[in-house]
């Protein structure tokens, strides 16, 4: 990966103005890291003094690089111990920051780094730590298991690094964590730095307890107009629909775009959906041209949340103001996933792209974030606090703002917008402002009305006529 992390690393302070080492300047040159990102200077002068630190920072802002400068400057190559360990809480991002630990290391010689990961076979890794090493990046469990084994000894250990602590707590890993630490020399012996996304109670509580006289350092995240963000969330297969709703309840996008990878997971979705409540709808091949037009007549009005669709359904679609894309499903093709997210964030507007990946999903995550050149950023699961509103107070299910009012009779019956907006306004007396785009069509007219203008607008309509014509109309 050659990604450049966020936060303008042009503009920050060169690395050159940092108590490193010439060789240790010149690989990072190579590497094409020239000025710090935000994280990288807060941190750095710091950590490189030998201070514990609590960082918050995300995947992608450059954050491996200031632990793992400070964690190599401290290590003595030549001494055959397990100097520093890194803590992270999966295997996808353990082999990440390993990765990046030994392009930062080459500048000196024969570094070892290891990942130690559970999942993979015990007994290369059981080979490799009696080879020696001096860095080990891995997950809790596993590091746990060697150390019961005593396959890893981490007496020699200088630099503790606990890596996004927000997402190892929320994954259960707090006991083996303490067991760990249990077994590190103390804090007066070795320094600790814990990087955390979040900053929760029982991150604070983690700090506190493991880290001696920490120097907070917290950016206020900035965000580029026109920027797409991108959230990956981890999922069990059996939590993946019902995430769906945590995710619009929480973050009320007004419009959705919702991937499934099959016809069958679309059709799943939509009934987990509307059974909360949430107006979904599918877009599927099967569809009569008239049926597709009507939900994408909704959908375009805003009187639908969420389309679902596969990625054959949407081929062709155009809508513009998209909040958000849900990929429910990882595709396993990365340009098919650079295409689901330029559906959001068009034309200098905002645009958030929420992925939902299981375990077995991990590869296709990596060669996403190789073929974007950026890392994923990872968020809890547990963040989406779906039925409470930020004054506490209980929330309704997201609701479209529009209800869409079927006119039978449109073109054929020469109606134009401009008769059904009259009959609304002037007859009926309801204001312009309430009433929304009107679609129409050879047979039907489509228009949209605010929510609760809506039954207002069907009884006159249906009381009333429009081009001085009676007409049926319905709510879809
Ligand atoms: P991270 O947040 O540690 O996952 O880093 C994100 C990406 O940015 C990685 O691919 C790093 O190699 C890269 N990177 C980190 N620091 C810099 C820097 N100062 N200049 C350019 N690239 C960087």
Same mark, same amino acid.
Request: a neutral charge.
């Given at each position: 990966?050659?990604?450049?992390?966020?936060?303008?690393?042009?503009?920050?302070?060169?690395?050159?103005?940092?108590?490193?080492?010439?060789?240790?300047? /010149?690989?990072?040159?190579?590497?094409?890291?020239?000025?710090?990102?935000?994280?990288?200077?807060?941190?750095?002068?710091? &950590?490189?003094?030998?201070?514990?630190? *609590?960082?918050?920072?995300?995947?992608?802002?450059?954050?491996?690089? /200031?632990?793992?400068?400070?964690?190599?400057?401290?290590?003595?190559?030549?001494?055959?111990?397990?100097?520093?360990?890194?803590?992270?809480?999966?295997?996808?991002?353990?082999?990440?920051?390993?990765?990046?630990?030994?392009?930062? &290391?080459?500048?000196?010689?024969?570094?070892?780094?290891?990942?130690?990961?559970?999942?993979?076979?015990?007994?290369?890794?059981?080979?490799?730590?009696?080879?020696?090493?001096?860095?080990?990046?891995?997950?809790?469990?596993?590091?746990?298991?060697?150390?019961?084994?005593?396959?890893?000894?981490?007496?020699?250990?200088?630099?503790?690094?606990?890596?996004?602590?927000?997402?190892?707590?929320?994954?259960?890993?707090?006991?083996? *964590?303490?067991? *760990?630490?249990?077994?590190?020399?103390?804090?007066?012996?070795?320094?600790?730095?814990?990087?955390?996304?979040?900053?929760?109670?029982?991150?604070?509580?983690?700090?506190?307890?493991?880290?001696?006289?920490?120097?907070?350092?917290?950016?206020?995240?900035?965000?580029? @107009?026109?920027?797409?963000?991108?959230?990956?969330?981890?999922?069990?297969?059996?939590?993946?629909?019902? @995430?769906?709703?945590?995710?619009?309840?929480?973050?009320?996008?007004?419009?959705?775009?919702?991937?499934?990878?099959?016809?069958?997971?679309?059709?799943?979705?939509?009934?987990?959906?509307?059974?909360?409540?949430?107006?979904?709808?599918?877009?599927?091949?099967?569809?009569?041209?008239?049926?597709?037009?009507?939900?994408?007549?909704?959908?375009?009005?805003?009187?639908?949340?969420?389309?679902?669709?596969?990625?054959?359904?949407?081929?062709?679609?155009?809508?513009?103001?998209?909040?958000?894309?849900?990929?429910?499903?990882?595709?396993?093709?990365?340009?098919?996933?650079?295409?689901?997210?330029?559906?959001?964030?068009?034309?200098?507007?905002?645009?958030?792209?929420?992925?939902?990946?299981?375990?077995?999903?991990?590869?296709?995550?990596?060669?996403?974030?190789?073929?974007?050149?950026?890392?994923?950023?990872?968020?809890?699961?547990?963040?989406?606090?779906?039925? *409470?509103?930020?004054?506490?107070? &209980?929330?309704?299910?997201?609701?479209?703002?529009?209800?869409?009012?079927?006119?039978?009779?449109?073109?054929?019956?020469?109606?134009?917008?401009?008769?059904?907006?009259?009959?609304?306004?002037?007859?009926?007396?309801?204001?312009?402002?309430?009433?929304?785009?009107?679609?129409?069509?050879?047979?039907?007219?489509?228009?949209?009305?605010?929510?609760?203008?809506?039954?207002?607008?069907?009884?006159?309509?249906?009381?009333?006529?429009?081009?001085?014509?009676?007409?049926?109309?319905?709510?879809?």
């Amino acid at each position: 990966m050659t990604a450049s992390p966020a936060g303008a690393p042009s503009s920050g302070p060169a690395f050159s103005t940092l108590p490193l080492p010439p060789q240790v300047l /010149a690989n990072l040159q190579r590497l094409g890291y020239e000025h710090m990102t935000p994280i990288q200077a807060a941190s750095l002068p710091l &950590a490189l003094a030998g201070r514990d630190l *609590i960082a918050q920072a995300k995947t992608g802002s450059g954050k491996t690089a /200031a632990f793992a400068l400070p964690l190599l400057a401290r290590l003595d190559a030549r001494r055959f111990a397990v100097q520093a360990l890194v803590l992270c809480p999966t295997r996808e991002l353990a082999e990440q920051v390993s990765q990046e630990i030994r392009r930062l &290391a080459r500048a000196e010689d024969n570094v070892k780094v290891l990942t130690l990961c559970g999942g993979a076979t015990m007994r290369p890794q059981l080979a490799s730590l009696a080879h020696g090493a001096h860095v080990v990046v891995g997950t809790p469990g596993r590091i746990l298991d060697h150390l019961g084994r005593e396959s890893l000894v981490l007496d020699g250990l200088q630099t503790l690094v606990l890596d996004e602590a927000d997402r190892m707590l929320d994954m259960g890993f707090a006991e083996d *964590i303490a067991a *760990i630490v249990q077994r590190c020399p103390p804090t007066s012996k070795r320094q600790t730095l814990l990087f955390s996304a979040t900053y929760p109670d029982d991150v604070a509580a983690l700090a506190a307890r493991y880290l001696r006289e920490p120097q907070e350092v917290k950016l206020t995240e900035r965000h580029a @107009a026109s920027q797409i963000r991108q959230r990956f969330y981890e999922v069990a297969e059996s939590e993946r629909l019902h @995430a769906v709703g945590l995710l619009l309840n929480h973050f009320r996008p007004e419009s959705t775009l919702a991937f499934c990878n099959t016809k069958q997971q679309c059709r799943d979705l939509v009934a987990v959906l509307q059974a909360q409540g949430i107006v979904a709808m599918e877009l599927h091949g099967d569809l009569e041209q008239r049926e597709r037009d009507q939900v994408l007549v909704q959908f375009a009005n805003r009187s639908c949340s969420v389309l679902v669709a596969t990625d054959v359904a949407a081929r062709g679609l155009d809508i513009t103001r998209l909040e958000a894309v849900i990929n429910v499903d990882i595709t396993p093709d990365p340009e098919v996933h650079t295409h689901r997210v330029g559906r959001t964030g068009r034309a200098g507007e905002s645009g958030q792209v929420f992925n939902l990946a299981s375990l077995d999903e991990m590869g296709r995550v990596g060669r996403i974030d190789e073929m974007q050149g950026s890392a994923s950023v990872w968020h809890p699961l547990a963040e989406l606090q779906a039925a *409470i509103a930020p004054d506490g107070a &209980a929330r309704e299910p997201l609701r479209p703002p529009m209800v869409t009012l079927q006119i039978l009779g449109g073109r054929k019956e020469k109606i134009r917008a401009g008769d059904v907006l009259g009959a609304l306004t002037k007859d009926i007396g309801l204001d312009a402002a309430a009433i929304g785009k009107i679609d129409v069509n050879d047979f039907s007219t489509y228009v949209a009305v605010q929510r609760d203008s809506a039954d207002k607008a069907l009884r006159g309509l249906n009381a009333g006529k429009v081009k001085g014509r009676s007409v049926k109309v319905r709510r879809l």
